[in-house]
């Protein structure tokens, strides 16, 4: 269980390396593709520099994750994990129920998998 844990880990701090690159670097490109039901088309200009606000702290929970992979401690590196974890699920919670629904399938979603993960191993 350790290695699924680990594998879904990765795969949410990905995730959110992709969501950082998308909201700071791509927003009126491939943000306009992702948030297209979200958002209408003449908004992605004006709100590129809240959106690369939000990749950023994304950034920081893709950060999170991945320096749980560094820590030597097994209870540290659990409780980090979790922590991140627990934001990213909060997150996609929290977006699901003020942005689009699929918000949690594709955020929150993975991270509970991820969490549950953890505990199990």
Do not use: R
């Not at 939000?54 to 979790?82: C, M, V």
Request: with cysteine.
């Amino acid at each position: 269980m350790e290695i699924v844990a680990k594998i879904l880990i990765a795969v949410v701090a990905l995730e959110h390396l992709y969501i950082l690159w998308m909201e700071m670097f791509a927003w009126e490109t491939k943000g306009k593709e992702v948030f297209k039901s979200a958002l209408p088309p003449e908004m992605f200009k004006p709100t590129k520099g809240l959106a690369a606000n939000q990749g950023l702290y994304n950034g920081f929970l893709a950060a999170g994750l991945i320096w749980s992979f560094f820590i030597e401690d097994p209870k540290w590196q659990t409780n980090i994990a979790l922590f991140f974890l627990g934001c990213v699920a909060v997150a996609g919670i929290y977006g699901a129920i003020s942005a689009t629904k699929k918000i949690f399938f594709v955020q929150a979603l993975p991270a509970i998998l991820a969490i549950i993960a953890v505990l199990l191993k």
